[in-house]
T-cell receptor, first 117, second 114 residues
Framework: AQSVTQLDSQVPVFEEAPVELRCNYS??????LFWYVQYPNQGLQLLLK??????LVKGINGFEAEFNKSQTSFHLRKPSVHISDTAEYFC???????????????FGQGTILTVHP | DAGVIQSPRHEVTEMGQEVTLRCKPI?????LFWYRQTMMRGLELLIY????????DSGMPEDRFSAKMPNASFSTLKIQPSEPRDSAVYFC????????????FGQGTRLTVV
């Protein structure tokens, strides 16, 4: 079984400032890691994912995340945020066992990012 | 592709009524997932299908909930009888096991049981 903890429920930030949304996970097996974004009254959209290889992954809209196996973390970062980044962000994991499905996800509780002008 | 299509987008029903939520996955995908989002419990997996067969339904909360996938292009999630605590946003997602390394989500159905 896996669990995901997003350390901040809300993160307010000013436009053009950098932001980091923190995510830690717990799992007895290897995992794949994902960040999804949810805009109001919308479904979830994938920002980025870590499956293997380089621990620094880049996603859409200028976001990036770094996988740290020793700290079991997958923090999301953006060097300069825009008003349009205001949304809720979810960290998620799936197990990396052979034959697994990448859609069988365990989600964190979400972080609401609010970008102020 | 139009993406994952869910209907209806909004549903308001009275306690005790039967509710059916519908999902059309992305064409060619062979895995389908039903998730529920609430303020208290966040996003939780209810059930998932692979090649139209239910693989894991351990997240289905009670016998009042049932899900079917009669063919590769259609799935339903039924609640009978509905209760106010079933009020939530229900998401359907699809993927292709083995080669599609992410899940694609629909817009969700917001269910309100009064």
């Amino acid at each position: 079984a896996q669990s995901v903890t997003q350390l901040d429920s809300q993160v307010p930030v000013f436009e053009e400032a950098p932001v980091e949304l923190r995510c830690n996970y717990s799992s007895s097996v290897s995992v794949y890691l994902f960040w999804y974004v949810q805009y109001p009254n919308q479904g979830l959209q994938l920002l980025l994912k870590y499956l293997s290889g380089s621990t620094l992954v880049k996603g859409i809209n200028g976001f990036e995340a770094e996988f740290n196996k020793s700290q079991t973390s997958f923090h999301l970062r953006k060097p300069s945020v825009h008003i349009s980044d205001t949304a809720e962000y979810f960290c998620a994991v799936s197990d990396a066992l052979g034959g697994t499905s990448y859609g069988k996800l365990t989600f964190g509780q979400g972080t609401i990012l609010t970008v102020h002008p | 592709d139009a993406g994952v299509i869910q209907s209806p987008r909004h549903e308001v029903t009275e306690m005790g009524q039967e509710v059916t939520l519908r999902c059309k996955p992305i064409s060619g995908h062979n895995s389908l997932f039903w998730y529920r989002q609430t303020m208290m419990r966040g996003l939780e997996l209810l059930i998932y299908f692979n090649n139209n067969v239910p693989i894991d339904d351990s997240g289905m909360p009670e016998d009042r909930f049932s899900a079917k996938m009669p063919n590769a292009s259609f799935s339903t999630l039924k609640i009978q009888p509905s209760e106010p605590r079933d009020s939530a946003v229900y998401f359907c997602a699809s993927s292709f096991r083995g080669s599609v390394t992410e899940a694609f989500f629909g817009q969700g159905t917001r269910l309100t049981v009064v």
